[in-house]
Each structure stands twice: as structure tokens, then as C-alpha cells.
């Protein structure tokens, strides 16, 4: 009944959304509120307060999102991301982790293939090669288990996902109520596909582009940058709705998180940005990629003033842990699933001690790799060094040791002690600039499984 009644208030609202956002955003806000059961208060409370005043920064994106973009895709996307990953999903979740006392994801990370058409620097998906791939049926699978949990929301990445984007508009027929996000180059978005997105109206690009032209043609090869502009001025074209992926590194941070970039980036049509800090996992990794403190500190405050103050959302998979209090790998909420089936806790972490070829959804996460995170996490009380690998390392090798896990990267494995020892000199120097942040401008929350 609780369902029904969050379904009645969604589409209702819905109806109302483009002629009256002033009245409808408010109200969708309050109903996902209502049905949350009181998770991440914070969070609520700021965006209550953003959708409630019309000249807030978040106000005005959201406004503009609902003029450019086509109305069926946004409408679709909002009812299956707070009705289906929200209300129906968030209630079925938390009724499983207690029955099962494990992790069970909001999301799921999926590689449909190691192949890619690029050959980025720093990159670890080229060590995995061209030849693994997850096939429909094996993907179909992991999602109809998906939604017997709860989950919703499902994330490609690889390789190339979209070297499989007919399987995946087909994926996206196939499973209407969830929510689909692709980490792509962008160089396969042609018209057709832009045509078979706004029919699904449930799937959502984000493209890595590394700044400006010579930034990002230098790590992912020459013509690239002029590739990917011209997808996303497809899709903007097209109405659709897509955003951005950054890598930031202590050789391109600055590049990538300057005000100008931003701005270009909302000019090209993005609504979100998601910035990734460079992790030396790999064959290639190089620790001189990893940013200083005082470059992660920098990230750190231009994230924030760019969401006070720029019509674009920007989100920092590191420099964000207090907003999902701490690590969210290991099933808490998201776990990977490479090309191979290896069911590894973090897109970033690859040991796994699980396959889905072998075991269901469920039993992969009460594995002993899942449980020990669930059972360790948060991994420290500063939500700024959330990671058991690149601010606590000891963690990870005490993690992977006891759990028997091996490394799943086929192609070149490493040892958990190769890959920590890569990010102990880092989190040493990360600490005190954490502390001090952490100790000034933390929310004070409580952290829930």
C-alpha cells in the first residue's frame, strides 16, 4: 500500500512537473522524503531547501533541465529513479540486509565487455583485454536477480560498454523500471542511437572527456576530444540527458575543475559531472598521477562552490564520502561485476572470491570478500578517507588475505601487497589534510549498512 500510495503521489506530480515546477519539484521531494524512513537527513534537508527556493543554484538547473530536455525521457527517469530505485527499491534493500545480515547494492556496476576501441593512459581495462564478454543472458540474469533485491540502478562501464549498445537498448526494453547510467568515450553516439534512447527513455550517458582538447587527446588518443564533442552535441540536439566523466589527476585537476571548464561543460549540455580520482591500479600505474593533498584539497572546495554557484551538478567519487558515510564498495551500496563474471566489492579493487557464472546474486554477496566488508565498514571515522585501499590500505590486504580472495584481473594480476604498497606513502600524506577538513565542515551523521 505504501508503494501504491508513493506511486500515486509521484505520477500525479508528474502531470504537473513541466507547466508548474515551482509546485511540482517541492512536492516530489516530499514524498521521497516520506518514504525514505528518515536515511541521509542531511541530504534531504539541503535539497528541500534547494527545490523550495527558486533562485537557489539547484533550483535553476533543475528548471532548465525540464525546458531543454525531452519531457517523456525526464519524466520517465525521475518515476524510475524515485519510485522503482527509491520507494520500491530502498524498502526492499533494507528488509533483505537485515534478513540476511549482508550488503545488498542500490546499484550495480556491470563490464558487458573487456573490448574497447580506445587505449587510454592509466587505464586498467586494457590489461583485461579483448575477449571477455558478459552475454545478454548472462546480463538479463544479473539484473532479474537485481530486482529481487531491490535494485534498480545499473551501471555500464568496461572496456566500451557501448561496443555492445544494441544489446543494451534491447536490456533497456527488457527491464523498463530500472535506471540505466553508461561510463563511455562517447566515440560510438551516432543518430540512431540518440533515436533508440529517447524510445527507452531510461538510459543515461556520461562521457569521459579529460578537459580541453590536448588534455584529454593525450590520454585517450588523437581526435578523440573533437569525437565526443560532436555526441554531445547530438544529444543536446536530441534532448536527451547526459553527463560527464573526469578522471582528475595531479597532472590534470586543475584543467578539469577550473571554472572554465565548467562552464564549457554546461555549454555542451551536461547536467552532472562526475569527478574520479586517479587510482594506480593496473600493469601501468603511475603513482605520480595520484594528486598531493593540497590538489585533493583544492578538488575538494571548487566541488562544493561549483554546486552553490554553477547550473550543472557535480559529484567527486572520493571527496564525497560524508554524503554516503564512507565506502560504499562490497554490496553497501554497489559492487562490480567485470566481463569475466568476477564479482569484485569496488570497480577499482579487483579481487573477487565469487563468480555469477557459479553462484547467485545472493550468495555472491555473502561471500566472505562482501561480508568482511560489510562487517568493516566505515573503514575509519572520517568520511574523507573512505577507501580500504587508497587511505587504508592495511585494511584492504587484511580484507583480501582473510577472505581468500584473488586477484580478477586475468590478463595481468598483481598481489593485494603490490597494489596497497602503491597507497601507503599517499594515505600517510592524505591524513592530516583529511583530518583537518573533516574536523571543520563534516556533518555529523550515523552510519547504517
Given at each position: 500500500m505504501k508503494?501504491?500510495?508513493?506511486?500515486?503521489?509521484?505520477?500525479?506530480?508528474?502531470?504537473?512537473?513541466?507547466?508548474?515546477?515551482?509546485?511540482?519539484?517541492?512536492?516530489?521531494?516530499?514524498?521521497?522524503d516520506t518514504f525514505a524512513h528518515g536515511t541521509f537527513p542531511a541530504q534531504m534537508d539541503a535539497i528541500k531547501e534547494a527545490v523550495g527556493n527558486p533562485d537557489s543554484n539547484i533550483y535553476q538547473m533543475l528548471v532548465r533541465i525540464l525546458k531543454e530536455r525531452d519531457a517523456d525521457e525526464v519524466d520517465n527517469l525521475i518515476a524510475n529513479f524515485l519510485e522503482n530505485a527509491g520507494v520500491k527499491g530502498w524498502n526492499k534493500q533494507k528488509e533483505l540486509?537485515?534478513?540476511?545480515?549482508?550488503?545488498?547494492?542500490?546499484?550495480?556496476?556491470?563490464?558487458?565487455?573487456?573490448?574497447?576501441?580506445?587505449h587510454c593512459k592509466g587505464c586498467w581495462a586494457a590489461d583485461y583485454g579483448n575477449r571477455l564478454n558478459l552475454t545478454y543472458d548472462d546480463i538479463d540474469d544479473i539484473i532479474r536477480q537485481g530486482e529481487e533485491l531491490g535494485t534498480y540502478m545499473y551501471i555500464y562501464t568496461g572496456g566500451e560498454p557501448l561496443v555492445r549498445k544494441d544489446d543494451l537498448i534491447k536490456l533497456c526494453e527488457a527491464h523498463p523500471e530500472c535506471?540505466?547510467?553508461?561510463?563511455?568515450?562517447?566515440?560510438?553516439?551516432?543518430?540512431?542511437?540518440?533515436?533508440?534512447?529517447?524510445?527507452?527513455?531510461?538510459?543515461?550517458?556520461?562521457?569521459?572527456?579529460?578537459?580541453?582538447?590536448?588534455t584529454t587527446d593525450f590520454r585517450r588518443g588523437e581526435?578523440?576530444?573533437?569525437?565526443?564533442?560532436?555526441?554531445?552535441?547530438?544529444?543536446?540536439?536530441?534532448?536527451l540527458i547526459f553527463g560527464i566523466s573526469c578522471c582528475y589527476t595531479s597532472e590534470n585537476y586543475d584543467v578539469v575543475s577550473s571554472p572554465e571548464y565548467i562552464d564549457q561543460m554546461i555549454d555542451w549540455g551536461a547536467v552532472f559531472v562526475w569527478y574520479f580520482h586517479y587510482m594506480p591500479v593496473g600493469s601501468d600505474a603511475n603513482i605520480d598521477l595520484m594528486c598531493t593533498p593540497e590538489q585533493r584539497e583544492e578538488m575538494y572546495h571548487r566541488v562544493r562552490l561549483y554546486r552553490d554557484t554553477k547550473s550543472i551538478f557535480p559529484m567527486d567519487f572520493q571527496n564525497d564520502g560524508q554524503s554516503v558515510q564512507g565506502c560504499i564498495?562490497?554490496?553497501?551500496?554497489?559492487?562490480?561485476?567485470?566481463?569475466?563474471?568476477?564479482?569484485?566489492?569496488?570497480?577499482?579493487?579487483?579481487?573477487?572470491?565469487?563468480?555469477?557464472?557459479?553462484?547467485?546474486?545472493?550468495?555472491?554477496?555473502?561471500?566472505?570478500?562482501?561480508?568482511?566488508?560489510?562487517?568493516?565498514?566505515?573503514?575509519?571515522?572520517?568520511?574523507?578517507?573512505?577507501?580500504?585501499?587508497?587511505?587504508?590500505?592495511?585494511e584492504l590486504r587484511r580484507?583480501?588475505?582473510?577472505?581468500?580472495?584473488?586477484?580478477?584481473?586475468?590478463?595481468?594480476?598483481?598481489?593485494?601487497?603490490?597494489?596497497?604498497?602503491?597507497?601507503d606513502d599517499y594515505a600517510k600524506a592524505w591524513k592530516p589534510t583529511a583530518d583537518k577538513l573533516w574536523e571543520k565542515d563534516h556533518r555529523v551523521g550515523t552510519f547504517s549498512h
Open positions: 508503494e501504491q500510495i508513493a506511486d500515486f503521489g509521484i505520477r500525479s506530480t508528474l502531470k504537473i512537473l513541466h507547466s508548474n515546477p515551482e509546485k511540482a519539484l517541492p512536492r516530489l521531494v516530499n514524498v521521497a540486509r537485515e534478513k540476511y545480515n549482508c550488503n545488498i547494492p542500490w546499484a550495480i556496476l556491470l563490464d558487458p565487455t573487456s573490448a574497447c576501441n580506445l535506471t540505466f547510467l553508461c561510463f563511455t568515450n562517447g566515440t560510438l553516439i551516432d543518430q540512431k542511437f540518440c533515436d533508440d534512447l529517447k524510445r527507452v527513455k531510461n538510459f543515461v550517458p556520461a562521457l569521459s572527456v579529460e578537459g580541453n582538447k590536448e581526435g578523440v576530444y573533437d569525437r565526443c564533442v560532436h555526441a554531445m552535441n547530438l544529444m543536446k540536439e536530441n534532448g564498495a562490497g554490496g553497501r551500496r554497489y559492487l562490480h561485476i567485470n566481463a569475466a563474471g568476477d564479482v569484485d566489492p569496488c570497480v577499482f579493487i579487483h579481487f573477487s572470491d565469487s563468480n555469477i557464472h557459479d553462484k547467485s546474486l545472493l550468495e555472491c554477496l555473502r561471500s566472505p570478500l562482501c561480508q568482511a566488508y560489510h562487517d568493516n565498514q566505515p573503514f575509519n571515522d572520517n568520511m574523507l578517507r573512505p577507501c580500504p585501499m587508497l587511505e587504508n590500505p592495511d580484507i583480501v588475505k582473510e577472505s581468500g580472495a584473488k586477484s580478477s584481473n586475468l590478463e595481468a594480476a598483481e598481489t593485494v601487497d603490490d597494489l596497497c604498497a602503491r597507497c
